[in-house]
């Protein structure tokens, strides 16, 4: 492929395909920012622990409590 | 596209993470992220889903940043990466969507068929090739910025708009067209 079927194939492709000026100058049509609080707020929702794990965590920690001979037991099995 | 420097203590508090810090870096330069993505995408709606998600990417990379260097250049490489992933992944679109407010207007000198052909196989080149090719021949944009915003060389960009070429003219020949 010379020069001239290079700038004949871009003249082409220009033609078909107009640049989009003005749309592109104009910038997004609303604030983005709401959006973007959004999208941090639901990550931060989706990397919270969840209620669950809470409850059991507190479950294990009330059992070691009331039978802290179960700690070895329970060493022995991590 | 300008970029806009700023007050270095702002971006020293973005970088620990400075919520207001981000939030103004985010206002001062959404737009021009904005319209980096719309030239690659072509797409106004993805283009502003594609400014949130670059604007997430730097918020978490925000301890990767360094304050001395440029903000405006950082974002525009990040957003051409979100806007290539978006190509990779899109469905191939052969018009522009009915959202814009006046779609740019094909040149009327070209024959309905071709244009729809060159269109259908433009959108058929790889998301790198295609990028490179939009806004090197299209938008017209200076080869020294394609280069920046694609992390590659100026000889490498030549090289994708080049390549670009071939395969559409091979396309397009296949398609009994002869550009």
């Not at chain 1, 969840?50 to 965590?57: C, E, K, R």
């Not at chain 2, 992933?85 to 407010?101: I, Q, S, Y």
Request: hydrophobic share 45%; with cysteine.
């Amino acid at each position: 492929m010379n020069e001239q079927d290079e700038k004949r194939i871009g003249q082409l492709l220009k033609k078909s395909l107009p640049p989009l000026g003005e749309q592109a100058g104009a910038g997004p049509r609303r604030d983005l920012w709401p959006a973007m609080l959004r999208r941090m707020g639901d990550d931060a929702r989706r990397s919270a622990v969840p209620w669950f794990d809470w409850a059991l965590l507190a479950a294990v920690a009330a059992w070691l409590a009331l039978f802290p001979g179960a700690i070895p037991v329970l060493l022995y099995h991590l | 596209m300008p970029v806009l420097e700023q007050p270095s203590d702002v971006l020293r508090q973005f970088c620990h993470g400075d919520l207001d810090a981000f939030e103004a870096l985010f206002r001062q330069h959404q737009g021009e992220v904005y319209r980096w993505i719309v030239r690659i995408v072509r797409d106004p709606a993805a283009a502003e889903d594609l400014t949130i998600e670059t604007f997430w990417r730097i918020h978490c990379a925000h301890a990767r940043f360094d304050p001395e260097r440029s903000f405006g250049a950082w974002a525009r490489r990040i957003a051409t990466n979100a806007a290539l992933d978006h190509l990779r992944t899109a469905r191939h679109e052969t018009e522009l969507p009915g959202d814009l407010a006046s779609p740019p207007v094909p040149d009327p000198d070209i024959a309905e068929e071709v244009r729809r052909k060159t269109t259908c196989a433009f959108h058929r080149l790889p998301p790198k090739l295609k990028t490179a090719a939009t806004l090197a021949l299209i938008e017209e944009q200076p080869y020294q910025e394609i280069a920046e915003a694609l992390g590659i060389s100026v000889g490498a960009v030549k090289l994708r708009v080049f390549r670009a070429l071939r395969l559409l003219r091979k396309e397009l020949k296949r398609q009994g067209i002869e550009p």
